[in-house]
């Protein structure tokens, strides 16, 4: 599985879609992967990790990785099954077991589950996991922000995208590796304000394209997931909150040179 450096992970926080086009690209590595997930989760291998107290954590990240994969193929199931096994994998590791890589494991397996459930049952299970005995993290409670979204509660998607990105501000690289869920937040309050459609809320949107996200992705390279996949709709929508015919034409004009580069 190789690593994707700034790009790891941002499908989870900010794209919202099934990404097939990850599968086939790394189709190689997935049946790599699959294989030595076979042998090093056979039972008689485990057995002998147990007794040697040697370390699966490499392999429980392996079989992770799988499970994510397998999720965006649309195999939920399967999903499931790969990343229920990593996660117990993790917890039986000889030399210990990583309590903050397991509970962000944990609300990736909740967010797979959810998949299969309707809008309001993804919503109360993302909120369970913002209400747990071990206190809620910034991707829980970016994942109930997008619920919510999605669920059409818009008022109360906006309270919570706001309460992450209190003084967000993205203008350089360092910064934009560390926050993603910051960032993540900034979007999902622009889809929500241009879904609510005042005036208020379409100033508010203008405003956070214009001196925040748009500024920022341009920068990104060319063929950054950001740039490929996220920037055209930030452009769309920053359509749809233009002020007058003379704004809109404006924003127009900046979709089409986009897709031209």
């Known amino acids: 599985m190789a690593d994707k450096g700034v790009q790891e992970d941002w499908e989870d926080f900010v794209l919202g879609v099934t990404i097939r086009k990850l599968v086939i690209d790394e189709l190689t590595a997935f049946r790599h992967a699959l294989a030595v997930i076979r042998h090093a989760f056979s039972d008689k291998m485990r057995r002998f990790l147990r007794q040697n ?10 079989l992770f990785q799988v499970g994510r994969m397998t999720a965006s193929a649309g195999k939920i199931d399967k999903a499931i099954h790969y990343i229920q096994d990593a996660i117990q994998a993790m917890k039986e590791d ?13 609300l990736h397996l909740a967010k797979v589950r959810s998949s299969k459930l309707s809008s309001s049952d993804a919503t109360a ?9 071990g206190g809620s993290s910034l991707q829980a409670v970016l994942w109930l922000a997008e619920c919510l979204r999605k669920e059409g509660r818009l008022q109360e998607s906006l309270e919570w995208f706001r309460r992450i990105r209190q003084a967000f501000l993205i ?28 005036v208020e809320s379409k100033a508010e949107a203008r405003r956070i394209i214009d001196e925040s996200l748009a500024p920022f992705l341009i920068s990104m390279d060319q063929d950054h997931v950001l740039q490929v996949l996220l920037y055209p709709n930030i452009l769309l929508c920053r359509i749809e909150v233009a002020d007058g015919a003379i704004d809109q034409a404006r924003a127009l004009r900046n979709l089409v040179d986009h897709e031209y580069q």
Do not use: Q
């Not at 000889?94 to 944990?106: D, Q, R």
């Open 53 to 62: 107290r040697l370390s699966v954590g490499n392999f429980a990240r392996l």
């Open 94 to 106: 000889a030399h210990g077991s990583n309590s903050m890589l397991i509970a962000e494991w944990e």
């Open 125 to 133: 299970e993302a909120r369970a996991c913002t209400t747990g005995s």
């Open 171 to 198: 203008h350089n690289e360092p910064v934009f590796k560390r926050d993603k869920e910051t960032f993540a937040a900034a979007v999902g309050e622009v889809y929500v304000l241009a879904g609510i459609g005042d």
